[in-house]
């Protein structure tokens, strides 16, 4: 089953502000972190993903800071008061979303 890429746009921001929310982090770390919490369902590639947490950034929803670890020097991410309010708010708009269809799809459809 592939995902679509439509439902997908507005679900990246939600997922990358989810990870970053568990505490700073970094971007292969972040793709490596949705992809196993999802069991492979979601796959961020580089093309994505980097230009979200830009996105992001430029929005205040993120904070970065560069940091070296056995010898690399990577970009680290952190969630933003703003990121947080924001995250709280796609949870909430996710659940009644996911409620909804769950209704009229039926019992066998919800979690």
Sequence with gaps: MHMD???????VEMLILEVVAQGP???YEISQTVGERSRGYFDLKEG???????????QKLLTSF???????????????IKGQTTLDE?????????QGVNGVLGAQFAG
């Design 5 to 11: 890429s439509r439902l997908l746009w507005g679900t």
């Design 25 to 27: 982090t970094y971007g």
């Design 48 to 58: 994505s993903l980097y230009p979200a947490l830009h996105r992001m950034e430029q």
């Design 66 to 80: 560069w940091d070296e670890v056995d010898g690399r020097r990577r970009k680290y991410y952190k969630l933003s």
């Design 90 to 98: 796609k949870k909430a708009a996710w659940k009644a979303f996911s």
